[in-house]
C-alpha cells in the first residue's frame, strides 16, 4: 500500500498555541484522509482531501492537500486540552488505508 | 456517522487458547472490513482485508493460520487469534467502509487482549 510519513511523532503544545502536523508521500496519492485518535480510544474521521492544492477548514483546524498531492498538512490554531490526541493521516490504495505514524499531542495549559 | 460495534473491547486469556473478537456494522451493510493491530504509542498496522463470502486477504508478514478471519455476513467479520501467546498482546481494530463507497472509514472500538 501507499507509505506515508508523518512527522512531527510528539507535538507539546502551550495551550492556545498553534501548530502543524505533516505528512508525506514519496508517491502521488489519490486522496488522503485525516483521523483523531483520544488517548484509549478508536480512530475518528476528520476529513478527506481529494484535490490538488485543497484546503479545507474545520472551526480551528485546516487541512490542505498539495499541489502535486504528495504531501498534506493539518495546522491547529488556539490549541485546546480538548484537542489532545493522537492525529493520523491515511492514503487509500486499492480501498485500503495505510496510515502515517501519527502525531501524538499533549496540552499544557 | 455509521457504527461499528466491536466485542470484547478487553480480554485476558491464557497462552495456548483462541480468542474470538467480533465486529458488527450496526446500521450499514460492509462487504469488506478491515483488521489492524496497534502496540503502545504506534500507529495502525492492517493485518488483513476480510471480504464478505470469500477468504480474507492477509498483509504480508501477517499468519493466516494464526488470525482466522471469517466474514459470514454483510455486517459481521471475526478475528480469531488461534493459540495465542504473549506476543499476540496487542489493541485490535477493525474497521469497514459502507458497501456504496463512501470514503471515510469507521472503527470499532477496539479489542485489548491480554495473553498472560
Known amino acids: 500500500g501507499q507509505q506515508v510519513m508523518q512527522i512531527p511523532q510528539y507535538q507539546h503544545v502551550q495551550e492556545g498555541e498553534d501548530f502543524t502536523t505533516y505528512c508525506n508521500s514519496s508517491?502521488?496519492?489519490?486522496?488522503i484522509q485525516w483521523y483523531k485518535q483520544r488517548p484509549g480510544g478508536h480512530p475518528v474521521f476528520l476529513i478527506q482531501l481529494v484535490k490538488s492544492g485543497e484546503v479545507k477548514k474545520q472551526k480551528r483546524l485546516t487541512f490542505q492537500f498539495g499541489e502535486a498531492k504528495k504531501n498534506s498538512s493539518l495546522h491547529i490554531t488556539a490549541t485546546q486540552t480538548t484537542d489532545v490526541g493522537t492525529y493520523f493521516c491515511a492514503a487509500t490504495s486499492d480501498y485500503k488505508l495505510s496510515f502515517g505514524a501519527g502525531t501524538t499531542v499533549t496540552v499544557r495549559a | 456517522g455509521a457504527v461499528v460495534s466491536q466485542h470484547p473491547s478487553r480480554v485476558i486469556c491464557k497462552s495456548g487458547t483462541s480468542v474470538k473478537i467480533e465486529c458488527r456494522s450496526l446500521?450499514?451493510?460492509?462487504?469488506?472490513m478491515f483488521w489492524y493491530r496497534q502496540f503502545p504509542k504506534q500507529s495502525l498496522m492492517l493485518m488483513a482485508t476480510?471480504?464478505?463470502?470469500?477468504?480474507?486477504?492477509?498483509e504480508q508478514g501477517v499468519e493466516k493460520d494464526k488470525f482466522l478471519i471469517n466474514h459470514a455476513s454483510l455486517t459481521l467479520s471475526t478475528l480469531t487469534v488461534t493459540s495465542a501467546h504473549p506476543e499476540d498482546s496487542s489493541f485490535y481494530i477493525c474497521?469497514?467502509?459502507?458497501?456504496?463507497?463512501?470514503?471515510?472509514?469507521?472503527f470499532g472500538q477496539g479489542t485489548r487482549l491480554t495473553v498472560v
Open positions: 508517491t502521488t496519492l489519490s486522496n
Open positions: 474497521s469497514a467502509r459502507d458497501a456504496l463507497g463512501v470514503a471515510e472509514a469507521f
Open positions: 446500521d450499514f451493510q460492509a462487504t469488506t
Open positions: 476480510s471480504n464478505e463470502g470469500s477468504k480474507a486477504t492477509y
